[in-house]
């Protein structure tokens, strides 16, 4: 069966410093990977996916993830965090090929502590 | 471009009763996700509908059901409320073509049972 662990219930990270949001996964096959966040009161936005090709993927607002096959992680990371960008990060995953669910991770809330 | 759109945004009902939730995706988007987000459970996946068809569903009772009509548009339908259905229902559009998986999501229906 598939799923999706994120093993930290929150992080936080001083205004400034890189940030790292910890996503591992298991599934019977390839996997497409996606990070989403969601600020206060909103519905999830994409932030950026993992299909096929370069291990690290480039998303919106400065935000990049390193798909790791051998420890099957797709961590998020940030070179220098911004208070905006405070808020709930969720990692998912599906089977590629397959048109099964998409299964999501329980979230990450993020501070950025100015 | 217009996103994806839920109606109504907030709902109060009372202990069982019934409700219907409405979601319109984007448009050419042709695969509908409804999600169930709770504070403890995190993002649980309710179904899947894919050119009027369930193309999935989740470990939800019968009381949760949903159809989507020819134009893509969805609804869900919750029968029965209990007080643990008090949740945000987020619903995701997505081409569903099988050539890209990300979802797009609308700001959801924030619905409480007393």
């Known amino acids: 069966a598939q799923s999706v662990a994120q093993p930290e219930d929150q992080v936080n990270v001083a205004e400034g410093n890189p940030l790292t949001v910890k996503c591992t996964y298991s599934v019977s096959g390839n996997p497409y990977l996606f990070w989403y966040v969601q600020y206060p009161n909103r519905g999830l936005q994409f932030l950026l996916k993992y299909i096929t090709g370069d291990n690290l993927v480039k998303g919106s607002y400065g935000f990049e993830a390193e798909f790791n096959k051998s420890q099957t992680s797709f961590h998020l990371k940030k070179p220098s965090a911004l208070v905006s960008d405070s808020a709930l990060y969720f990692c998912a995953v599906r089977v590629q090929n397959r048109d099964d669910k998409i299964i999501f991770g329980k979230g990450t809330r993020l501070h950025i502590l100015p | 471009k217009a996103g994806v759109t839920q109606t109504p945004r907030y709902l109060i009902k009372t202990r069982g009763q019934q409700v219907t939730l409405s979601c319109s995706p984007i448009?050419?988007?042709?695969?509908v996700s409804w999600y169930q987000q709770t504070p403890g459970q995190g993002l649980q996946f309710l179904f899947e509908?894919?050119?009027?068809?369930?193309?999935n569903k989740g470990n939800f009772p019968g009381r949760f059901s949903g159809r989507q009509f020819s134009n893509s548009r969805s609804e869900m339908n919750v029968s029965t409320l209990e007080l643990g259905d008090s949740a945000l229902y987020l619903c995701?559009?997505?081409?569903?073509?099988?050539?890209?998986?990300?979802?797009?999501f609308g700001p959801g229906t924030r619905l409480t049972v007393t």
């Open positions: 448009s050419g988007h042709r695969s």
């Open positions: 995701a559009s997505s081409l569903g073509d099988g050539t890209t998986y990300e979802q797009y």
């Open positions: 509908y894919f050119s009027e068809t369930q193309r």
